[in-house]
């Protein structure tokens, strides 16, 4: 679907875009496993962000857990310092139904209150289940409902796959 050098096209988009933002050089980054982490390092990188960057994952957060299982590759959320009052970069890779946002908003807020936090997201797709926005895409895609997108990362080079999943019959 998308080759390394339209992902690194995308991602310097967002950070031209982050650049316009107020107060952005001293925000703390966040990347949510594991798409938004690599997304979020190449930001932190561009950015020249003078924090550590921070890590979470969302599994033991999601409210669909009961439904899909445990994914099998849970790592710990590692956050570089205290975020009561800073202001966060969140990021994902792809923004669908806005549960993995709202999974990952809920442990953020289990760390401390936040002052504000900007979602900044490589793909934003239809679907939304939940009222939540990007503040910063990339890009906007249009998929049936019956597919999905899969970020990867291997050899430092990022590729997006498009998988398309039977169609239901409901």
Request: overall charge negative.
């Amino acid at each position: 679907m998308l080759k390394h050098s339209d992902i690194i096209s995308l991602i310097d988009s967002m950070v031209l875009a982050l650049r316009k933002r107020d107060g952005i050089e001293d925000s703390l980054i966040i990347g949510i496993h594991s798409g938004g982490a690599w997304i979020a390092e190449r930001l932190h990188h561009l950015l020249e962000n003078p924090h550590s960057i921070g890590m979470l994952d969302i599994s033991f957060y999601r409210d669909d857990f009961t439904q899909i299982g445990l994914n099998p590759q849970v790592k710990s959320s590692d956050l570089p310092e205290s975020i009561e009052g800073q202001n966060i970069i969140l990021v994902d890779d792809v923004l669908h139904t806005g549960r993995t946002i709202r999974a990952a908003m809920n442990e953020l807020f289990d760390y401390g209150r936040p002052n504000s936090i900007c979602l900044a997201v490589l793909l934003d797709r239809e679907g939304r289940q939940l009222p939540i926005q990007a503040d910063i895409c990339g890009m906007n895609i249009h998929l049936a409902p019956h597919q999905q997108v899969k970020l990867s990362y291997v050899d430092n080079e990022f590729e997006l796959k498009n998988i398309s999943t039977k169609p239901s019959d409901t």
